[in-house]
């Protein structure tokens, strides 16, 4: 069975920013990048109103295709993937946090470490942004949720559609157990139905491949200015391409 999330998608680094690898695509918002530097460069002068972690990975993207740009910040850690995600956009000559639903645990997607898709509702103009958080119970031991977030009204929004389970019950045998929504609890479900929920939610959607150009800073460069204004304007960049 092919997976539409597959684990340890592939990156490419080229400089200092990290690319998935594959194609792109982008609103054109030709009329609003006059407005571009002065974003990035607010976003780089209110470094400290992100979540600098070390070992965070950051992204410059516009996820509504409006010309005001999202930084994203991913913070991942363990070897299950336990993911927190921050949203920011420039407000004035100030950085402020895009409100989303209360992260629980470690259910928050893996978002650098899927290809990303996106998917256009053009009944409603928002864009979906295809996610996965991937977790890890042991040895060949592994659970998958797949699902979407997106931008509203300001907003960021998630959602998670359905999960799975492999277990591989020795060498030449592997369980695949599925389920409806989040968690792995009495919610079980077939295959088939599984695979429905994923064309149900995105029936009549335009698919685009998308690219979020990720980076990271490490703790000295992260005091430096004209260092975080390149890789954000990089970011962008590649990610707009």
Not at 111 to 122: A, F, I, N, V
Request: proline share 2%; glycine share 10%; aromatic share 16%.
């Amino acid at each position: 069975m092919k997976r539409l999330f597959y684990r340890g998608m592939p990156v490419v680094l080229l400089g200092t920013v990290l690319l998935f690898a594959g194609g792109c695509s982008k609103k054109d918002n030709e009329g609003n990048l006059a407005t571009i530097p002065e974003q990035l460069s607010v976003f780089a002068k209110n470094c400290d109103a992100w979540r600098l972690y070390e070992g965070s990975l950051y992204a410059v993207y516009d996820l509504d295709g409006d010309g005001r740009l999202e930084l994203i910040v991913s913070f991942i850690q363990g070897s299950g993937h336990y993911s927190s995600n921050f949203f920011y956009q420039v407000e004035g000559n100030e950085v402020v946090e895009l409100e989303q639903p209360t992260q629980i645990g470690d259910r928050a997607f893996d978002l650098p470490y899927y290809e990303p898709t996106s998917y256009l509702d053009k009944d409603t103009g928002i864009i979906y942004y295809a996610a996965c958080d991937w977790q890890r119970g042991g040895y060949g031991d592994h659970g998958y949720m797949d699902g979407f977030f997106w931008m509203e009204d300001g907003r960021i929004y998630e959602e998670i559609v359905r999960s799975s389970y492999d277990w591989q019950r020795d060498e030449e045998e592997e369980v695949h157990t599925y389920y409806s929504g989040g968690g792995f609890g009495d919610n079980i479900i077939s295959q088939e139905e599984w695979e429905q929920l994923y064309a149900d939610f995105i029936d009549g959607m335009e698919k685009k491949e998308v690219q979020f150009a990720w980076f990271d800073l490490n703790l000295e460069e992260a005091g430096k200015e004209n260092v975080i204004l390149e890789k954000l304007t990089a970011s962008y960049e590649e990610g707009a391409d």
